[in-house]
């Protein structure tokens, strides 16, 4: 790529293409969006973001059906798709990112270790995700989502 940070390259190709971008994050708790408003100028781009930590959220605010949070569990990718165009619809914008995750050090499961997130990106073509095991320390399993949410969008992007 080259050497300016993920942040700015991803508002250079919004604000380029004239498009427009929202959160919708659990594991990350509003990371992806602080890191996306540290940068001059991001209003005219970053529409806003919903933290939803808590299921009534991803349900009462996002529009996740509950019966996938209960079929699937809060960390698939069934629920950060429907998180992902939720906040699209919500805030009205051309492209949405969502996480969920376990970001520990609790909370893992034999399906779901620690580490375990999954990342949705919502376009004006659709939502696509992935799943991601990025390992067991919190504060790096939040550092590495948001960039893996940040770069996935770059690429998409691009």
Not at 19 to 44: D, F, M, R, V, Y
Not at 126 to 144: A, H, M, Q, T, W
Request: hydrophobic fraction near 40%; glycine fraction near 14%.
């Amino acid at each position: 790529m080259n050497n300016k940070i993920p942040e700015i390259i991803l508002g250079e190709l919004l604000r380029k293409a004239n498009l427009t971008l929202s959160t919708a994050e659990s594991c990350t708790g509003g990371n992806i969006a602080h890191k996306i408003t540290e940068i001059p100028g991001s209003s005219s781009y970053f529409y806003g973001g919903v933290v939803s930590y808590d299921n009534s959220v991803k349900t009462g605010v996002l529009g996740v059906n509950i019966k996938d949070i209960i079929d699937f569990g809060a960390v698939s990718k069934e629920v950060v798709e429907q998180m992902a165009l939720g906040v699209k619809g919500l805030m009205n914008t051309d492209w949405a990112v969502a996480t969920s995750g376990v970001a520990g050090p609790g909370g893992g499961s034999k399906d779901k270790p620690v580490g375990t997130v999954w990342i949705a990106w919502a376009g004006p073509n659709g939502v696509e995700s992935k799943k991601f095991l990025f390992g067991n320390n919190r504060k790096d399993n939040i550092k590495i989502s948001t960039q893996t949410a940040i770069y996935g969008l770059i690429s998409r992007l691009s």
